[in-house]
């Protein structure tokens, strides 16, 4: 049976395994990856063209007629993209980054402050 996946989930998934291998991969060896039998090819061809539309994903050619496609990001790069985008829409940032380092352990408090002191 299908995994029944939210919007954009398997964009996220796809992401997730060009993270995991910045050397690149093909899109056959993301669709191994992804592990699920009820995805097709064509499916996870479809997801890396609107990711390269988003500028999110590169292909360069691979081996034989196929493609190798890469990350433009790292996952820390693009979760920083987006919070930063995110916060932009709030008309109270510093409220938000308190609740947030409310969330955090010590040891990742800690390791916030050390990076905001870089």
């Not at 991969?25 to 039998?37: F, K």
């Not at 496609?69 to 987006?82: G, M, P, S």
């Amino acid at each position: 049976m299908a995994i029944k996946r939210k919007q954009g989930e398997l964009e996220s998934e796809v992401l997730g395994c060009l993270w995991d291998r910045p050397a690149g991969l093909t899109s056959q060896q993301i669709l191994a990856l992804l592990g699920d039998d009820s995805i097709k090819i064509t499916t996870v061809l479809t997801v890396l063209s609107r990711l390269e539309d988003k500028n999110l994903v590169t292909k360069a050619a691979g081996p034989g007629r196929g493609f190798i496609f890469q990350a433009v990001t790292t996952r820390e790069q693009h979760t920083a993209k987006a919070l930063v985008e995110l916060v932009g829409q709030i008309g109270n940032p510093a409220a938000v980054f308190s609740h947030f380092a409310s969330g955090l352990s010590a040891k990742q408090l800690k390791e916030l402050k050390e990076a905001l002191d870089k």
